[in-house]
């Protein structure tokens, strides 16, 4: 069997038995086709590799000037798919075993503060239009929930409308977590909904085979891209006077875990409702609890040094 089948199957495996997202697969994909790519270079096969290979394709990628964190995800994947291979019994080993992740530089988040967060969100709410409708219900949802961009655009109807104080959302490996919903994001998705039907891509031939998509579109996935969101924030912080490299999804899922610590949220709390399976991933927002702390100490200790 071809590597190129084996990469296949490799997919499907972790499609049906861990439950990864299509972004996953996709990344998967890139990275296993890019070492095979390498190895056809040298004539080597990708069911065969050692780890002398893996250590030459990391050389190959440090002098392509890719990231260690980039670096990480390639040896991750690399990792996954040899297991899966010796689970297969194709191998006997994992060549990847014994080679050391790169290190990484720990690089905080970057978030916006309240008043840009504010500056967008009042932007968002001028435009009476039904794109305007839309945008606000995007980013109203973004940074009231946390949520990660893949998980807001493939909402459908039925997770929103269970008990209007709380949003279903269905994270990583189909983990299905519940997040608070202020009155505000609520009301801003409310007001979209009204006028929803308007964006399915044929209003009167497709209403009877509506999936049911939250955010429908005229893509191949029936709703809006991740990729349209980042160009719809970018627009919207233009008009905000923001620069628009400061602005992504991403970064609305940042600041509503900073804002949230700064105003005396527990890490733990944060954790559940960011979707993050490890609390050590959520301690990325630490800065915010030792500067917070700090602060608390200065001021509330009886043996602080008071001006």
């Not at 399915?200 to 349209?228: C, I, Q």
Request: net charge positive; with cysteine.
């Amino acid at each position: 069997m071809s590597a190129a089948s084996k990469i296949s199957i490799f997919l499907e495996m972790m499609s049906a038995e861990r439950g990864a997202s299509q972004n996953t697969l996709e990344a998967y994909e890139r990275d296993l086709e890019r070492f095979d790519e390498f190895l056809s270079s040298s004539r080597k096969d990708l069911l065969a590799v050692e780890a002398s290979d893996i250590r030459a394709y990391l050389a190959d990628l440090t002098a392509e000037g890719l990231s260690a964190r980039t670096q990480a995800r390639h040896l991750s994947s690399l990792k996954q798919f040899y297991l899966f291979l010796m689970e297969e019994d194709i191998r006997q080993d994992n060549p990847v075993a014994e080679i050391g992740t790169p290190r990484m530089a720990q690089s905080l988040p970057k978030f916006l503060s309240v008043d840009d967060t504010g500056a967008l969100l009042k932007a968002a709410q001028e435009n009476r239009t039904d794109e305007g409708l839309r945008l606000c219900a995007l980013i109203e949802l973004l940074y009231a929930t946390g949520m990660r961009v893949s998980e807001l655009v493939s909402l459908k109807v039925s997770q929103t409308q269970r008990d209007p104080r709380i949003l279903t959302v269905m994270g990583k490996g189909n983990k299905e977590r519940l997040v608070p919903l202020s009155p505000q994001a609520r009301d801003a998705l409310d007001r979209y909904l009204l006028v929803r039907d308007n964006f399915l891509p044929n209003l009167e031939r497709d209403k009877a085979k509506d999936t049911g998509w939250v955010f429908p579109s005229r893509g191949k996935s029936g709703y809006l891209t991740r990729h349209r969101v980042g160009q719809l924030l970018k627009e919207l912080a233009i008009k905000s006077g923001i620069m628009p490299s400061k602005v992504s999804p991403h970064v609305l899922r940042h600041a509503f875990a900073t804002h949230l610590l700064e105003n005396g949220a527990d890490l733990r709390s944060v954790q559940k409702m960011l979707g993050h399976s490890d609390i050590s991933t959520t301690q990325i927002y630490t800065h915010v609890l030792q500067e917070r702390l700090q602060k608390l100490v200065f001021e509330k200790h009886p043996l602080s040094s008071k001006p």
